[in-house]
């Protein structure tokens, strides 16, 4: 078992930073990939960017390239993403998810484990 915490989520006006902390704890040796994915009212949760563990790769959403910056400190088991230029369509709760078997890094259905996630409002 894995168990993920988000934290830095906020209230921020448009053109701010935020970075978001993703914490695991547990059976996190050997993970491969951890993610960051959001969810808008209404909306369809999606991919936001992710990191390959094994092979050290990062991959971002289109939404985010350029402003968006995935960073991991192993020695704390902790995933971070750095949000700049903050947009009110970046608006959404995000979530951490991470799994320890390869997949498509864009797929949710590629993690098994999930945090609870933590909201990120952006103000006009």
């Known amino acids: 078992q894995v168990h993920l915490v988000e934290s830095g989520g906020g209230l921020v006006q448009a053109g701010g930073s935020l970075r978001l902390s993703c914490a695991a704890s547990?059976?996190?040796?050997?993970?491969?990939?951890m993610g960051w994915f959001r969810q808008a009212p209404g909306k369809e949760r999606e991919f936001v960017a992710a990191i390959n563990c094994i092979r050290g790769g990062t991959y971002y959403a289109d939404s985010g390239k350029g402003r968006f910056n995935l960073s991991r400190d192993n020695a704390k088991n902790t995933l971070y993403l750095q949000m700049n230029s903050l947009k009110p369509e970046d608006t959404a709760v995000y979530y951490c998810?991470?799994?320890?078997?390869?997949?498509?890094?864009?797929?949710?259905?590629?993690?098994?484990?999930w945090g609870q996630g933590t909201q990120v409002t952006v103000s006009s």
């Open positions: 547990g059976r996190t040796f050997g993970t491969y990939l």
């Open positions: 998810a991470t799994t320890s078997y390869s997949g498509s890094y864009y797929s949710q259905d590629a993690y098994d484990y």
